[in-house]
């Protein structure tokens, strides 16, 4: 980013027209001029100065504007220094000194509020408004790093200052390309333009800004569409092409439909069951109720044992509550709503085969081995990667999928969410009902069209 000329403008400034001169007023002063004219300017006030365009004359009209400015920003005595008839500052006279009604000082015109002072409030109230883990996650991390030019390295584990902060610019001077140049994903800089949108209508309505026209609205979502299929840098600075999905369970809009075959699902269940590390057989049972249900990670992360075998026939699971183990609080679904799941035989048996003895019900389904809650950060650690530091630099362990993927067991990698796209499209494959389908996972049948509903291998384009 350049850096930004930081001079203060004149208020009063020279200027030639048809090789004549003349005075350009700041606004500021458009109500002196209200008193000296009878009316208020529409827009800056201009005065010309009888004089024609040379050497001399420029550097006479020069000296005398600032002069003027000088006598003018004088707060305390501007009235008594300044001469409306001009004659003080070696010019022709313009005004009468008894037409000047001199009551009340030049008002001083309040700078625009900055971009960060703006977003602190907004803050404040935002936090009101939306979920505690998505405010946190979200807005006040992801965004507020991107106004304050923040990148996390994961190298160093510091945050980074990238050189493209808005925070200390002020709103009149901000622009949305300031913004764009942040490293972040797009869809992250994308979402916190439009949270700075929403901050900056707040803003207006409640009368704290003078601007009439929103900074943060872009012209188009042309740039957008025409980067779609371009590589892009996300938030841990790693580079990633348009079809690689970032292990994250945050954001709906950045997951893809792939999924496992079922025969790579079931080779993965078994080497989390068969592994030699204790750590993968704790989360076996996890791994593999997820495949079996499709629901999303807080759901089985909660999961009592109270929720299950529920109904008449005892043949239902209810999902009404997701555990965030980053912030360490359980709450609603993402959709707010409570599921009815009904069993069907291969998931009521593995139930009844991992249910212990002494069961009560409230305790958590999948534990790890001392009773403490997973998690996603700790899942993701024995699925995707473990990265521990050592001395100066980092160690790199593999996690089971990762391992297969090297190993050639499996096709591809994908993150744990996936075993969501994964249930969702076997099911659809072997000619489940949509409908149901989005009942008991908690979508509309478009979502899972769009979202979830992978590619079946299997079948091929009719022969016409």
């Not at 943060?216 to 079809?243: C, P």
């Not at 709503?337 to 048996?349: S, T």
Request: aromatic content about 12%; proline content about 5%.
């Amino acid at each position: 980013m350049q850096a930004k000329n930081t001079a203060p403008k004149p208020l009063v400034s020279v200027y030639a027209e048809k090789g004549v001169l003349a005075f350009r007023f700041s606004s500021k002063y458009n109500p002196l001029f209200e008193i000296l004219d009878g009316k208020a300017p529409t827009k800056q006030r201009t005065m010309g100065l009888g004089l024609r365009e040379s050497p001399e004359n420029w550097k006479l009209a020069q000296s005398a504007a600032l002069r003027i400015e000088r006598d003018l920003s004088d707060s305390e005595n501007w009235q008594i220094l300044f001469d409306p008839t001009f004659v003080k500052y070696g010019l022709a006279v313009k005004y009468s000194a008894a037409a000047l009604k001199l009551a009340a000082p030049i008002p001083e015109v309040e700078p625009e509020i900055t971009v960060g002072a703006m977003w602190e409030e907004y803050l404040v109230w935002k936090k009101t408004v939306v979920e505690e883990t998505t405010f946190n996650a979200d807005y006040n991390v992801t965004y507020s790093n991107i106004v304050k030019g923040f990148k996390w390295d994961k190298v160093t584990t510091k945050y980074l200052d990238t050189g493209t902060s808005i925070y200390d610019i002020r709103l009149s001077e901000v622009t949305t390309s300031m913004i764009l140049d942040h490293p972040y994903a797009s869809k992250s800089k994308y979402n916190c333009i439009a949270s700075l949108s929403e901050a900056f209508t707040r803003l207006q309505s409640q009368g704290k800004t003078k601007l009439t026209k929103n900074p943060f609205v872009l012209e188009s979502k042309a740039e957008n569409k025409t980067d779609k299929y371009k590589s892009s840098v996300d938030a841990d600075g790693i580079e990633r092409e348009w079809w690689d999905v970032p292990d994250n369970e945050s954001d709906n809009d950045e997951r893809d439909r792939r999924c496992f075959s079922k025969a790579d699902r079931d080779t993965i269940i078994d080497a989390f069951y068969n592994h030699k590390n204790e750590s993968p057989r704790e989360l076996a049972p996890l791994v593999e109720f997820r495949f079996l249900t499709g629901c999303r990670s807080g759901e089985a992360f909660a999961l009592r044992w109270r929720d299950c075998f529920r109904g008449k026939e005892q043949n239902n699971i209810v999902f009404s509550r997701s555990y965030d183990g980053r912030k360490k609080i359980t709450k609603g679904t993402i959709k707010g709503d409570i599921r009815i799941f009904k069993m069907y035989p291969k998931l009521r048996d593995f139930l009844l085969r991992i249910k212990p003895d002494n069961a009560q019900p409230n305790d958590l389904v999948f534990t790890k081995l001392n009773g403490t809650s997973w998690s996603s950060p700790v899942v993701g650690k024995i699925w995707h990667m473990d990265i521990r530091p050592y001395k100066d630099s980092k160690l790199y362990y593999p996690g089971v999928v990762t391992q297969l993927v090297t190993d050639g067991l499996i096709d591809g990698y994908l993150p744990f969410y996936n075993c969501r796209h994964t249930f969702i499209s076997l099911q659809a494959h072997a000619g489940t009902d949509l409908y149901l389908l989005a009942t008991i996972c908690g979508n509309s049948v478009e979502t899972i069209q769009k979202h979830y509903l992978g590619i079946n291998p299997d079948v091929s384009v009719t022969d016409i």
